[in-house]
């Protein structure tokens, strides 16, 4: 009985019903921005790395001369038995070379509405009418610390360790020239079997059209055994119990490569975004303080309404002899109505406001995207700012958790104040 006089009561009063609902919304829509975009940064930030790399490695210098294969922009080469020298170290648990080229092609591409391109057609010559593909020579037998794996090939398979003519390649690429696994594809006069075709997201770092085993990519670019880049996973406690740190870390790793070393840590790389993206959190803070702000208002002048609707209310149900506990009962069912209410729509109003933010992008760096913009396919060079359904859900019943427990907490304390006041004092006031 008590549970349907506290639905009827909220019916009554929709003004007052509304505006409690609403305060709340406001304030929950908040933290439910502030929470899906701290786990969205987190995810989409974490994204462009391989799992598990703590140090990206590279020898940067002055551009090399043009050829129809190429190191990328201006990576210069590292001797392989400098990344054996890296390996040896005893802070470093795991690592893996990559070579990452351009291959310069006259190849056909098919007209896609939904491609990515960053200029016209006929700007993307490059040298002579070619187009640069970016092809990257990896080791499957370090798939951990690798940008492609087994788990993004969508048809297909993956490459087979020293098969030097099987090439997977990237979605988009398979759609714009026409290919799909178990097709050829020639460059550089050389002839690959396409084996697999990745689907990568859109910040995926180290992104390719294509990608070979390292073997392969060395031949093509025929200036021996050599990587560009090195990818480093430390042993976990940082330098494997002799107590390193990360700066002395990076000092003998430049030590082996040389003065050219280009050394990028996690740690620097969130530095670094988190630099970038100064001017994007305060201007995300200063309006999630003035919404904080109308929500405090909003709850104060409803749980002042709500006390004085209750004082006469209660004031009749004391004449006719309801128990103090019964009212506070039904005090506490409606509020828990109302922040159930006011969770749900604060949920939904926070994911607005989520989507009105993922439009104020963030540039990927530089050096996480080899794929220069006059090449076939284009390149992308913002975060996709998005977290998995799961968080949703989490944050979602979070919210409403929050928010039941808030408006149970505000109608006890009301219905508390407002049980002590004298029958016939409250009946006067009707």
């Not at 802070?91 to 893996?96: I, K, R, Y």
């Not at 020639?186 to 085993?213: C, E, P, S, W």
Request: with cysteine.
């Amino acid at each position: 009985m008590i549970f349907d006089l506290a639905a009827k009561s909220l019916v009554r009063r929709k003004r007052q019903t509304l505006m409690m609902v609403f305060g709340l919304a406001l304030a929950v829509a908040l933290f439910v921005a502030l929470a899906i975009l701290m786990k969205a940064a987190r995810m989409s930030f974490a994204r462009p790395f391989p799992t598990g790399v703590d140090m990206v490695v590279r020898a940067e210098g002055e551009p090399c001369e043009w050829a129809l294969v190429k190191l990328a922009t201006n990576l210069n080469p590292i001797p392989e038995e400098k990344l054996e020298e890296i390996m040896g170290l005893p802070f470093v648990e795991e690592a893996a070379g990559i070579l990452v080229t351009w291959v310069f092609t006259d190849l056909e591409v098919g007209l896609r509405q939904d491609a990515r391109r960053d200029s016209e057609p006929e700007k993307t010559a490059s040298k002579n009418g070619l187009k640069p593909v970016t092809i990257i020579g990896i080791d499957p037998a370090h798939l951990s610390l690798s940008p492609v794996g087994p788990k993004d090939i969508i048809s297909g398979r993956f490459l087979e360790k020293g098969a030097e003519d099987e090439m997977v390649i990237e979605e988009e690429f398979a759609i714009l020239i026409n290919k799909k696994s178990g097709d050829t594809l020639n460059l550089d006069n050389r002839t690959f079997k396409i084996v697999g075709i990745a689907a990568l997201l859109k910040d995926t770092g180290f992104r390719a059209q294509g990608y070979v085993d390292i073997g392969s990519a060395r031949k093509m670019l025929n200036r021996g055994e050599i990587v560009n880049t090195v990818f480093i996973r430390l042993i976990a406690g940082g330098g494997g119990g002799i107590g390193m740190d990360m700066q002395l870390a990076q000092g003998q790793i430049r030590g082996i490569i040389g003065p050219s070393a280009n050394i990028i840590t996690t740690r620097d790389y969130f530095i670094m975004l988190g630099q970038v993206s100064q001017a994007e959190r305060i201007y995300l803070v200063t309006f999630f303080l003035i919404i904080a702000t109308i929500s405090v208002l909003f709850i104060l002048q409803s749980v002042f309404s709500y006390i004085g609707e209750k004082t006469r209310d209660f004031g009749v149900l004391k004449a006719i002899g309801w128990r103090r506990v019964s009212m506070i009962k039904m005090a506490v069912y409606e509020n828990a109505f109302i922040g159930c209410a006011g969770g749900a729509l604060g949920f939904a109003g926070g994911y607005l406001l989520t989507l009105f933010h993922k439009a104020r992008s963030i540039r990927l760096p530089y050096f996480l995207n080899p794929i220069p913009p006059c090449n076939i396919t284009g390149t992308d060079v913002n975060f996709t700012v998005s977290v998995e359904p799961a968080v949703y859900l989490g944050i979602f019943l979070s919210s409403v958790i929050t928010s039941v427990f808030l408006g149970v907490i505000l109608g006890y304390l009301a219905a508390l104040k407002v049980t002590r006041i004298n029958a016939s004092c409250a009946l006067r006031s009707i």
